[in-house]
């Protein structure tokens, strides 16, 4: 359906029931608690600063330290995270985003709200498709009235919040990351080999059980080597097989130094020539092939001076 009509349909038509069911029959607020979190007080921004700027027997810094590697942890999939909804935007929608620029408004951002002590947040690719969708073109309305309302709250209260269901709250929850879930986890699977799939598949998992992004990234790290070796083991590193005796020169010598020379270079040299970029797998390839052919003389009793003494690496 058109988003402009099922958004606000979706968030305001299951207020008006819960408020008509409990009004309707005859009771108040209180009588629908059991529907309602806990109440929550207002604390204003400057909160964080009134008790941590000159007070600092008030901040705890082993619980500080104890939080170091998730912080870090935190910074690169908020990172990563950022630039692929970035580029997932522009796959989306027909619009050309400004990466640095906008990676630096969303850094700018989060420098600002960590400091009032809020979590860090960036864009959601969801949230510009409706965008997108609701207003037609690029149109940064959408941005300022979000933007608007954020301050509205930050400078007044958040108790309002007080007035919402459980189930209203658990279902927005639901919503912002029911997207992220259909997207990188399950619409994945539709230009993600089956391999790769399984990867995505076992992060979750790890994630699941061990209950520590920690162990998730780590899982997530090691597979990401894992398969960039065996990857670029499987990509040969040079142009054709090594040659001997049968390159030639560009400068022009004497016949009978030339045949001296080809004479000596099919015993002598070796020329391997090379392509693209040597890793671990594909180097460990290419060092045990000329081990083979050097032994392979060794074990065939070929005199010395006539064993191979150079090897050129034409790099391409």
Not at 255 to 277: C, D, E, N, Q, Y
Request: proline content about 4%; aromatic content about 12%; overall charge positive.
């Amino acid at each position: 359906g058109n988003p402009a009509v099922m958004i606000p349909m979706m968030l305001f038509v299951p207020l008006l029931i819960f408020y008509a069911a409990v009004y309707g029959s005859g009771h108040d607020l209180e009588f629908a608690q059991a529907w309602m979190f806990p109440p929550m007080k207002n604390v204003q921004f400057w909160g964080i600063w009134e008790h941590s700027l000159g007070s600092y027997r008030n901040v705890n810094i082993k619980a500080w330290m104890a939080t170091i590697p998730e912080l870090v942890i935190m910074v690169i999939v908020c990172f990563m995270d950022c630039l692929l909804k970035i580029l997932g935007t522009e796959g989306k929608l027909p619009v050309k985003v400004d990466k640095n620029r906008e990676m630096q408004l969303f850094g700018l951002g989060n420098v600002l709200t960590a400091a009032c002590g809020s979590p860090v947040g960036y864009m959601q690719l969801k949230f510009n498709v409706i965008n997108f969708g609701i207003l037609g073109h690029m149109n940064r309305r959408g941005g300022l009235l979000y933007a608007c309302l954020c301050v509205i709250t930050f400078l007044t209260t958040i108790e309002h919040f007080n007035y919402l269901p459980r189930f209203f709250l658990s279902t927005l929850l639901f919503f912002a990351g029911a997207g992220f879930v259909a997207e990188n986890l399950w619409g994945s699977r539709k230009y993600l080999s089956l391999l790769e799939w399984g990867q995505i598949l076992l992060i979750l998992v790890v994630f699941i059980i061990a209950q520590d992004l920690l162990y998730a990234v780590i899982t997530g790290v090691i597979l990401t080597c894992t398969d960039f070796i065996l990857t670029y083991a499987k990509v040969p590193c040079t142009v054709r097989s090594p040659q001997r005796g049968t390159e030639s020169s560009s400068v022009r010598r004497a016949p009978v130094l030339t045949s001296s020379l080809h004479h000596i270079m099919a015993k002598w040299v070796l020329v391997v020539r090379l392509k693209g970029f040597i890793f671990f797998a594909s180097a460990q390839s290419l060092v045990a092939q000329l081990r083979s052919m050097m032994e392979e003389e060794e074990k065939l009793g070929i005199p010395k001076y006539r064993r191979l003494h150079y090897v050129i690496f034409d790099l391409e």
